[in-house]
């Protein structure tokens, strides 16, 4: 599973006016976009049982893989920001991991309880309720996001937040994943290369070991699922180093194009992804002033709430679609066109109050805590010394 300009939402300091020689911006509005388009994917696909019409279009049966899309961004945005830091010798691995929990872990805190009273409230209420919500066996690896790593026994609470389990888990690794960046800075098609044999030996391996696909997995090797498409994203940051993308709007425009081809025609997933990353490295090079809409204001600040467009997902379908299922006669929970777009778009404003209420807040107060951690300790000193 994410501040105005999307430097600010991974903790950069880059002013949103400055570019690159190239031309290429160093806030990369388009990809703050993006998040938000990945993110209702996702949103879609999940909703997508609970609408009244029989099949499912290709794009829509598709739509788990805006994780993957999601993941390579992560991986690209965080060489974006610290990858220099590291293969200079300036990388706080404490600091860095703190500002990742300030940035997740409060809203994943916040969506798993509001998920847990839902589903009491629900039971209470009457309304059908999946008994595996309230999986208590398996909280303590939820509270500490380690439920992707094969240590929940089941899948319960925010199902979502697997992936943000999956994220924590690439957050833990990050100084691999950077050392090995760092070593290629200087061959980003070697690098691009290798990620993407990596991508396509996992998916090809993995379904013939395990009986399910990579991209499906969740609880169960969530973690495995993040890494080749993290380590894609940092090559593809490495191609953008070296040098951005020729002819950016034609080339995100095809990969547009060809990603929605693809799905519509239920392609092999790696094709999806491989084509998200040309996605992102069209997108990335892309100046803003000629990003369009995807640089405006609306689409930005869309962008900057997708990470609790994507957290708030569960507890608002658990809410909305049992509630407009009692309210229009429908046992089945199979509701009319109307009623199940009044919930999709009713999703981004959810997702606006609990980013303003709890996720930039609580981020905000976690920053400032570590920010004055270094004072106390400096006054501490002081006062010995004094002593």
Request: glycine share 8%; with cysteine; aromatic share 12%.
């Given at each position: 599973?994410?501040q105005?300009?999307?430097a600010?939402?991974?903790?950069?300091?880059?002013?949103s006016?400055?570019?690159e020689a190239?031309g290429?911006?160093t806030?990369?509005?388009?990809?703050?976009?993006?998040?938000?388009?990945?993110?209702?994917?996702?949103?879609?696909?999940?909703?997508w049982?609970?609408l009244?019409?029989?099949?499912?279009?290709?794009?829509?049966?598709?739509?788990?893989?805006?994780?993957e899309?999601?993941f390579?961004?992560?991986g690209?945005?965080?060489?974006?920001?610290?990858?220099?830091?590291t293969?200079?010798k300036?990388?706080?691995?404490?600091?860095?991991?703190?500002?990742?929990?300030?940035?997740v872990?409060?809203?994943?805190?916040a969506?798993?309880?509001?998920?847990?009273?839902?589903?009491?409230?629900a039971?209470?209420a009457?309304?059908?309720v999946?008994?595996?919500?309230?999986?208590?066996?398996s909280?303590?690896?939820?509270l500490?996001?380690?439920?992707?790593?094969?240590?929940?026994p089941?899948?319960?609470?925010?199902?979502?937040?697997w992936?943000?389990?999956?994220?924590?888990?690439?957050?833990?690794?990050?100084?691999?994943?950077?050392?090995?960046?760092?070593?290629l800075?200087?061959?980003?098609?070697?690098a691009?290369?290798?990620a993407l044999?990596?991508?396509?030996?996992?998916?090809?391996?993995?379904?013939?070991?395990?009986?399910?696909h990579?991209?499906?997995?969740t609880i169960a090797?969530?973690?495995?699922?993040?890494?080749?498409?993290?380590?894609?994203?940092?090559?593809?940051?490495?191609?953008?180093?070296?040098?951005?993308?020729?002819?950016?709007?034609?080339?995100?425009?095809?990969?547009?194009v060809?990603?929605?081809a693809?799905?519509?025609?239920?392609?092999?997933?790696g094709?999806?992804?491989?084509l998200?990353?040309l996605?992102?490295?069209?997108?990335?090079?892309?100046p803003?002033?000629?990003?369009?809409?995807?640089a405006?204001?609306?689409?930005?600040?869309?962008?900057e709430?997708s990470?609790?467009?994507y957290?708030?997902l569960?507890p608002?379908?658990?809410?909305?679609?049992?509630?407009?299922?009692?309210l229009?006669?429908a046992?089945?929970?199979?509701l009319q066109l109307?009623?199940?777009?009044?919930?999709?778009?009713?999703l981004?404003?959810?997702?606006a109050?609990?980013?303003?209420?709890?996720?930039?807040?609580?981020?905000?107060a976690?920053?400032?805590?570590?920010d004055?951690?270094?004072?106390?300790?400096r006054?501490?000193?002081d006062a010995?010394?004094?002593?």
């Open positions: 599973m994410t105005t300009p999307y600010t939402l991974v903790g950069s300091a880059s002013p006016h400055l570019t190239s290429a911006p806030d990369l509005r388009s990809l703050t976009s993006l998040r938000f388009i990945a993110a209702m994917w996702v949103a879609v696909y999940a909703l049982p609970h009244a019409v029989t099949g499912t279009p290709g794009l829509v049966a598709k739509g788990y893989l805006g994780v899309l999601f390579v961004l992560s690209f945005i965080l060489c974006h920001v610290y990858l220099a830091q293969g200079e300036r990388f706080s691995y404490k600091g860095f991991l703190w500002a990742r929990i300030a940035r872990y409060p809203l994943h805190l969506t798993l309880i509001g998920v847990g009273v839902l589903a009491l409230g039971g209470a009457g309304m059908a999946d008994e595996g919500i309230l999986g208590w066996s909280l303590p690896a939820n500490t996001m380690t439920h992707a790593w094969g240590l929940a089941e899948s319960a609470w925010n199902h979502r937040s992936s943000i389990s999956a994220e924590w888990f690439a957050y833990l690794l990050f100084p691999v994943f950077a050392f090995v960046a760092w070593r800075r200087a061959r980003p098609l070697a691009i290369v290798g044999v990596l991508l396509a030996a996992l998916y090809l391996v993995f379904p013939r070991l395990a009986g399910f990579l991209t499906e997995a090797w969530g973690a495995l699922r993040i890494v080749p498409c993290f380590a894609y994203g940092c090559a593809l940051y490495l191609m953008f180093r070296n040098r951005p993308l020729p002819m950016p709007g034609l080339i995100s425009a095809a990969a547009a060809l990603m929605i693809a799905a519509a025609f239920s392609l092999w997933d094709v999806l992804v491989a998200s990353g996605l992102i490295l069209g997108l990335a090079s892309l803003n002033a000629k990003a369009g809409l995807l405006s204001k609306p689409a930005v600040y869309l962008g709430i990470y609790s467009v957290m708030v569960v608002w379908q658990l809410l909305a679609v049992n509630l407009a299922a009692r229009t006669n046992p089945d929970k199979q109307f009623v199940w777009l009044a919930i999709l778009a009713g981004p404003v959810v997702a109050v609990s980013y303003h209420l709890v996720e930039f807040p609580a981020r905000r976690l920053r400032r805590l570590a004055r951690a270094p004072q106390r300790t006054k501490l000193r010995q010394s004094v002593s």
